[in-house]
Structure formats: structure tokens, C-alpha cells
């Protein structure tokens, strides 16, 4: 990954993390509502994975929001 790719991973990671505490949602029952791996939650909340769509079409749909909002990263 380069720079500007790790920016990015990790700045989706903490927003998915945060928009996750907003609702209230620890992470260990978030990920398995999602159907994913604690691990891999937790990989992509620290920014340490390149998410497959289809894992945040997931997590989307546990966060309820549309995944373009969920994709959307200022820099």
C-alpha cells in the first residue's frame, strides 16, 4: 500500500469505528450482526486491510447507511 492508499484505509477505519460507538455497538456483536470476523473488523477499523466490497457492503448494512456515505473520505 502506498501513503496516500494507507490515508485513506485508515481514515474509512476510524469512521466506520466511530459511526459503530455512535450506534452503540460493541465491536465483538457488530462484526458477528455483519457476519464478519471480529479480526477482520478490527483489522479494517485500524486501518491495517484493504476491505473487499463486499465485507463494507456488510458493514454498511449493519451501520444502516448507504455505502457510498460510508466510502466518503475527506482529505
Known amino acids: 500500500m502506498n501513503t496516500k492508499e494507507l490515508k485513506y484505509f485508515q481514515q474509512l477505519g476510524n469512521k466506520i469505528k466511530q459511526l459503530r ?7 465483538k456483536s457488530f462484526a458477528f450482526d455483519c457476519e464478519i470476523g471480529r479480526t477482520q473488523l478490527y483489522m479494517i477499523e485500524n486501518g491495517k486491510t484493504n476491505p473487499r466490497l463486499l465485507t463494507l457492503l ?5 451501520l444502516e447507511i448507504p455505502i457510498d456515505e460510508l466510502l466518503k473520505i475527506k482529505f
Open 21 to 27: 460507538e455512535d450506534k452503540g455497538f460493541d465491536q
Open 58 to 62: 456488510k458493514i454498511s448494512d449493519g
